[in-house]
């Protein structure tokens, strides 16, 4: 089966840079994501990888290594409102199947 | 509009109860999916709709019953259901993309079902 694994939680300072990783056993999909939710909302988009590197999207970054099995979000200038739960996704294509990795819940304090 | 609407927002229901969720995308998009979320959980996928016919089923128990009336719209009818099945239910749209481009999930805001 598909597993993304996440660190389940990570605490860091206002306007210092957070990396969150995602290491994962599956194979053959199309792409990684990146997935903000605040606490009671729904999940938004950060992020996507459909090739191995780097992909830069404002304070936020996304890394993607297929041959290592791991990606990464990086978010940069840290500010308050990012503490919320991450959640990288991987894609399947054909039939539209997503699985979401285990989350990580980011705290950002003063 | 960039929106997909839930209805509705809470949903108390008992375990003889019939009632269905409901979801809305006016972007054109051909994929819908329901998702099932868990406190400190991922979303679980349970459906996915692409171009309006089940692509998806995983696994889920016929107490859950998926309708795509058209391409806009996505139900969720619920019977009989079990008080673990209290959750989050998280509709979403995308494209629909069969390449490997991006297919960036709109999600809506959710459904708070109790189940008693």
């Known amino acids: 089966g598909q597993s993304l694994e996440q660190p389940s939680e990570v605490t860091a300072v206002e306007g210092a840079i957070v990396q969150i990783n995602c290491t994962y056993q599956t194979s053959g999909f199309y792409g990684l994501s990146w997935y903000q939710q605040h606490d009671g909302g729904a999940p938004t988009f950060l992020s996507y990888?459909?090739?191995?590197g780097l992909e830069e999207t404002g304070r936020f970054s996304s890394f993607l290594s297929r041959s290592d099995s791991y990606g990464y979000l990086l978010l940069q200038e840290l500010q308050m409102k990012d503490s919320a739960s991450y959640f990288c996704?991987?894609?399947?294509?054909?039939?539209?199947?997503?699985?979401f990795g285990t989350g990580t819940k980011l705290q950002v304090i003063p | 509009d960039t929106e997909v609407t839930q209805t509705p927002k809470h949903l108390v229901m008992g375990m003889t109860n019939k009632k269905s969720l409901k979801c809305e995308q006016h972007m054109g998009h051909r994929a819908m999916y329901w998702y099932k979320q868990k406190a400190k959980k991922p979303p679980e996928l349970m459906f996915v709709y692409s171009y309006e016919k089940l692509s998806i089923n995983e696994s889920v128990p016929s107490r859950f019953s998926p309708e795509c009336p058209n391409s806009s719209l996505l139900n969720l009818h619920l019977h009989a259901l079990q008080p673990e099945d209290s959750a989050l239910y998280l509709c979403?749209?995308?494209?629909?993309?069969?390449?490997?481009?991006?297919?960036?999930?709109?999600f809506g805001p959710g459904t708070r079902l109790t189940v008693l």
């Open positions: 990888n459909a090739l191995d």
């Open positions: 979403a749209s995308s494209q629909g993309n069969r390449d490997r481009g991006l297919d960036e999930q709109f």
């Open positions: 996704a991987v894609r399947f294509g054909g039939y539209q199947k997503v699985t």
